[in-house]
């Protein structure tokens, strides 16, 4: 139901050109928002612990963790200060589109925009 009703005021505000397309996205961004607002969150299954002792083989996964995290990090800080703002409030604290904008004070297309852009970078 909610949906539907966010169909219904979105819908006037954008130039939709594949209504099929543009209905799963709006679709999969409410459910998503709506587990990040709930705090729901996947954790992978390792089959190792972080604890245990690897083969020779296989990486040790506290290590490679690490290295995502400082290569993240780096890649944070080579974007403008509104994408990096943006990019950690949702990434990082988990905030939803409708909390950073309050946050920030930044519509919601700039917030997707600034997200969107950083990503990319």
Request: hydrophobic residues 35%; aromatic residues 10%.
């Amino acid at each position: 139901m909610q949906i539907f009703e966010k169909l219904l005021q979105d819908l006037h505000r954008h130039d939709v050109q594949i209504f099929r397309a543009w209905l799963h996205r709006v679709t999969q961004n409410h459910c998503l928002m709506i587990l990040r607002k709930n705090n729901h969150q996947t954790r992978s299954v390792d089959v190792f612990p972080e604890y245990s002792m690897e083969y020779e083989d296989t990486m040790h996964p506290v290590l490679e963790k690490e290295k995502l995290l400082e290569r993240m990090e780096l890649a944070i800080e080579g974007l403008n200060d509104d994408q990096k703002k943006c990019v950690t409030l949702f990434y990082l604290e988990k905030k939803s589109y409708q909390e950073i904008m309050e946050m920030t004070g930044f519509n919601f297309m700039q917030v997707k925009s600034f997200i969107q852009n950083g990503k990319e970078i």
